[in-house]
């Protein structure tokens, strides 16, 4: 059981992203609409829950998946007004 706290832990972060690569192996497999529906809702959520916490996740051949910090909407209006 998890401890919870007022914001989650960039491992716990990194966990969840990991699990994202077997939704996509899915995809081959016959399964019932409910299931495939589901499976999709469950993605989705775990999606949420990194991107929620800044971050983004991408799984890269061979190297397993890596999650990056993503830019607030400040950080990128600053870089557009920096060039």
Request: aromatic share 8%; with cysteine; charged share 20%.
């Amino acid at each position: 059981m998890s401890v919870l706290t007022d914001r989650t832990e960039r491992q716990a972060i990194a966990e969840l992203a990991k699990c994202l690569i077997h939704f996509e192996r899915l995809y081959p497999f016959n399964m019932s609409a409910q299931d495939a529906a589901d499976a999709r809702q469950a993605q989705n959520l775990i999606q949420t829950i990194i991107g929620s916490n800044g971050y983004m996740a991408a799984h890269i051949g061979g190297k397993g998946t890596r999650i990056y910090k993503t830019k607030t909407n400040n950080q990128l209006n600053e870089n557009v007004w920096d060039h």
